[in-house]
């Protein structure tokens, strides 16, 4: 049984699957188009690099495409440069914008103006409507089972039915997918697809470093934990020396504030970790991973990711 078709605007993927967002610097070109290329969507993240930097790697996954592949991006509503980088994302004709931690009336005014779709990142009915209403294109609900910053304390599953039941666009579902049998439970629950971040970090194509991906398979059950950033929401990661650092309420020294987001506690800072985790010291940075992250076992090729999930998807639909 094949995966049913998922439709986003004009985005018609083989596969209902989109690869997460992830930011700083492990969601880019590689990642994003070796998805495409294997039937997913790909999503660069623009959060921790560059206005060009980012054009570079729209224009890099673009040139990587093997065939005709979908390539979005995702801006965070929460950084003050929230606005140059979804400007320059649409003028470089990005398939699609996605964008989490807030929300404005501009931004869909601007994905329209430009013919380009946007999708928004929530985690209850009540932000999937007013996404809606604004001209969201689909929503992605994602539960608190997600790596990264979390928007609520409720599991993927209790939240779904009620974004399904609430608006008439494509519902993603988020957040703790890590498996065909997940994505078959999903489907059946009204999700028109996935969204999946923390396998696909274990993946060949990764743009992360080696060491940041071995940190995912060697993650044990009880090495996630939630820690309160300087964004103001509660994250996932995975434990090491910086997270017990910054698990008391002692402000760390900031070297240089990088004035990157619009409110900020400057306990420390959330980039600079994030930073340092993907420059190989994964001990001394942030790792945001997914609550089910010990379920990796090998850093795989993205197209063999693919091919597993959709085995494991057959045999739930049986």
Known sequence: ????????????????????????????????????????????????????????????????????????????????????KMKAALEEKVDFIISGAGISRDMYAWGKQAGIPVIS????????????????????????????HLGTDRPLFDILPEVVEAVSVPVIAAGGIMTGSDIAKALRMGASGVQMGTRFVASEECDAPLSFKQ????????????????????????????????????????????????????????????VKSVEGDVENGLVFAGARVDEIKEILPVQK????????YQKAMM
């Open 215 to 274: 940190k995912y398979v060697n993650a044990r059950k009880e090495d996630t934990i939630l820690v309160k950033t300087t964004v103001g929401l509660q994250g996932r990661a995975i434990t090491n020396n910086f997270t017990d650092l910054i698990s008391g309420s002692e402000k760390l020294k900031i070297t240089k504030c990088h004035d990157c987001l619009k409110n900020c506690s400057y306990r420390f800072c959330t980039l600079d970790s994030l």
């Open 1 to 84: 049984m094949n995966f049913p078709q998922l439709k986003i605007s004009h985005m018609m993927p083989t596969v209902p699957i989109l690869q997460g967002g992830m930011g700083v610097g492990i969601s880019l070109s590689n990642l994003a188009s070796a998805v495409a290329n294997a039937g997913g969507v790909g999503i660069i993240s623009g959060t921790g690099i560059s206005v060009e930097e980012m054009r570079t790697h729209i224009r890099k996954a673009r040139s990587l495409l093997k065939d005709t592949g979908y390539i979005g991006v995702n801006v965070l509503f929460a950084m003050n440069d929230f606005a140059e």
């Open 121 to 148: 990142i929530v985690s209850s009915a009540k932000l999937a409507k007013i996404s809606e209403r604004l001209g969201a294109a689909a929503v992605v609900v994602e539960g608190f089972e997600a790596g990264g």
């Open 305 to 312: 990711i693919i091919e597993n999930l959709k085995v494991e």
